[in-house]
């Protein structure tokens, strides 16, 4: 397992969308409960449908295991998941705050 597939890229899209919140657009979006709200909603959508999509009993989606990290939590679902979501879904919404902001 190297992690260099999914898990490393995974990490530092974490990494970056935190680093371009907290140092370079600032809109505070981590202070509002609304985001952690909307996470919370996030993740009641995804564990069902990835859990379904990744379950290692008949799987739709298959990961190369020397790509991840091999954990998986809860359903067969690769952690890596859900740090892509994380940053995928986070980054989109400072996009829209900055717009907002700048409206």
Known sequence: MTGLGYTVPAVLAVVAVCWWELKV??????????????????????????????KLTAPIVRYAPE????????????????????????AVLLLWERREGSA
């Open 67 to 90: 790509h991840i990290s091999g954990l998986r939590f809860p359903w067969d679902i690769p952690v890596e998941d859900f740090l892509f979501g994380f940053a995928l879904v986070t």
């Open 25 to 54: 657009l600032r809109t505070g979006l981590f202070d509002k409960p609304a985001y952690w709200v909307s996470m919370v909603i996030v993740l009641a959508f995804q564990v069902p449908v990835d859990g379904w999509l990744t």
